[in-house]
């Protein structure tokens, strides 16, 4: 059974939980940085990243924990905050992150009337896909070794690198489970020799 842990410190986990478990994984909830030694994922739900970064600074062994996960092939799914903390820059505000992957966010920067939103973007090929967003970063750079595997109007939404994924929208919270069960299906498929997610 594939072991993929959401991180339980804050923000939406249960409905990851919910979703990882109803495709047949287990899903323990992460709240000690040991717990990754066990995983072969680990969801980064959608919550505040201030927060999660602060909570995270507490225990001084969740950021190596989560480079070494990260260096082994563990694959990271990131929601929202989660991509936030996954990205190589943070603006509006400037802000620290993980950096793993190679892309730029605006935090925020939907502005307030569409702060939260429901309605569909696109999967790459044109088949539609259903995005909730909760005051939603912005993808402002891609890096040429990511891949961007869905769009909202003109804007990355759902993107790729080695085992690493990311979502400014809420796919746990949408009766689609297509983001999720393709997390799985990477999480199963290894890298090909040279194709390393480790910048
Ligand atoms: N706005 C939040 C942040 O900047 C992210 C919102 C979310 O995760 N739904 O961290």
């Known amino acids: 059974m594939t072991a993929v842990g959401t991180l339980a410190l804050q923000g939406d986990f249960a409905a990851h939980r919910k979703r990882l478990a109803a495709l047949g994984a287990s ?3 992460v709240r000690w940085p040991q717990q990754l030694e066990e ?9 505040e990243s201030t927060t999660l970064l ?8 969740w950021w190596p924990a989560v480079e070494a996960f990260h260096r082994r092939g563990g694959g990271i799914f990131g929601t929202c905050a989660g991509l ?9 505000p400037e802000q620290r992150s993980l950096g793993l992957l190679d892309v ?7 502005g307030r009337q569409v702060d939260s939103s429901e309605g569909f973007g696109r999967w790459a090929d044109g ?3 259903e995005m909730v967003f ?8 891609v890096g040429d070794g990511v891949d961007v595997l869905a769009w909202h109007g003109d804007d990355p939404v759902l993107v790729a690198q080695g085992n690493l ?4 929208f809420h796919p746990e919270l949408t009766t689609d489970d297509s983001v999720h069960r393709l997390f799985l299906a990477r999480l199963a498929t290894p890298l090909a020799d040279g194709a390393s997610s480790v910048a």
């Open 27 to 29: 899903a323990p909830e």
């Open 39 to 47: 995983l072969d994922g680990l969801v980064i739900p959608g919550g």
């Open 54 to 61: 602060h909570l995270m600074d507490r225990e001084p062994g």
């Open 84 to 92: 936030i903390l996954l990205a190589r820059r943070v603006r509006h």
């Open 104 to 110: 730029d966010v605006d935090r925020n920067a939907y």
């Open 127 to 129: 088949r539609p896909l």
């Open 134 to 141: 909760i005051r939603a970063p912005r993808i402002t750079r």
């Open 165 to 168: 994924l990311a979502a400014s």
